[in-house]
């Protein structure tokens, strides 16, 4: 059995300038909803996994059905908020505006020590991660071969679930657009 990690596109997210912490929710927001920027030509080797795979899964996040189709998938069997990105925190006080890139990297630390303001709390990511990792075992051990196009962080979560259960593969997830990692089961 063999899972494969692809992280999505990189997204098209449209310019907000600097934002203060409560407006950062607009960005997250768009961010969510973004398509994909025009990708660069795309390694046949990527296609050829998207085609070659029995089953294909993906977040319900529209970067990631975007990329999927963009690897030439024949059929998206499986689209479920299950493997989506783990959420960004924020809050709603007063504070300078920044860009989105240092309230994302600063919320993203954040969350990361434990705050989770107005979204999903790490130990409530990991609890998803687990069922992430149980539905992905459960569908390769039907289908040889599964393909996830995925999100970089939440990908980790699901990779240390993947790795606990004995499958073998990358300690670490890309984080890069279009990266792959492979995983795969000997019982």
Avoid at 176 to 181: C, M, N, R
């Amino acid at each position: 059995m063999k899972i494969i990690f692809i992280r999505h596109g990189k997204p098209k997210v449209p310019e907000l300038g600097k934002l203060s912490a409560s407006e950062f929710q607009r960005w997250i927001e768009a961010y969510n909803n973004a398509s994909l920027a025009k990708p660069p030509v795309l390694p046949e080797q990527l296609i050829t996994l998207v085609l070659e795979s029995d089953v294909l899964v993906c977040s319900d996040l529209r970067r990631s059905i975007e990329s999927a189709k963009l690897l030439r998938a024949r059929n998206i069997e499986y689209v479920d908020a299950l493997f989506r990105e783990v959420e960004l925190p924020y809050c709603i006080l007063p504070s300078p505006k920044l860009s989105p890139a240092i309230w994302a990297l600063g919320f993203r630390i954040l969350w990361f020590m434990g705050y989770a303001g107005n979204c999903e709390s790490k130990t409530l990511a990991r609890q998803r991660a687990y069922n992430a990792a149980d539905t992905l075992h459960s569908l390769a051990r039907c289908n040889h071969t599964l393909v996830l196009v995925g999100h970089s962080i939440f990908n980790n979560f699901i990779a240390r679930q993947l790795r606990a259960k004995g499958w073998q593969g990358s300690s670490s997830i890309f984080s890069k657009y279009w990266e792959i990692s492979e995983y795969q089961y000997r019982s």
